[in-house]
Nanobody, 121 residues
Framework: QVQLVESGGGLVQVGGSLRLSCVVS????????MGWYRQAPGKQRELVAT???????NYADSVKGRFTISRGNAKNTVYLQMNSLTPEDTAVYYC???????????????WGQGTQVTVSS
């Protein structure tokens, strides 16, 4: 089994910062991409940021210059540093991984349970 466990969400005031963490555990052969998506009430889930095994990053336009995605030394951990938060950043943030569990398994998308980020004005 593969598990993605997020942490670091919470309540923060406008202009504040939060750092989200996600640890991927279980039987893993290779991780190709890790990242973060978010879903606000009444809206579809949207990409926030992704990081490939080649260290290529991709950010949503709405978070460029404010959010930074990075990988831990253990390579199975991904972080999202969020600065200058606004009420529009309020959402459930989901960790995502595109990985292969073994040499004989195909690649698949895996998701965490989500962590709530609330930005108060």
């Amino acid at each position: 089994q593969v598990q993605l466990v997020e942490s670091g969400g919470g309540l923060v005031q406008v202009g504040g910062s939060l750092r989200l963490s996600c640890v991927v555990s279980g039987t893993i052969f290779s991780i190709y991409t890790m990242g973060w998506y978010r879903q606000a009430p009444g809206k579809q889930r949207e990409l926030v940021a992704t990081l490939t095994s080649a260290d290529d990053t991709n950010y949503a336009d709405s978070v460029k210059g404010r959010f930074t995605i990075s990988r831990g030394n253990a390579k199975n951990t991904v972080y999202l540093q969020m600065n200058s938060l606004t009420p529009e950043d309020t959402a459930v943030y989901y960790c995502y991984a595109d990985l292969k569990r073994s040499l004989w398994n195909g690649r698949g998308d895996y998701w965490g349970q989500g962590t709530q980020v609330t930005v108060s004005s």
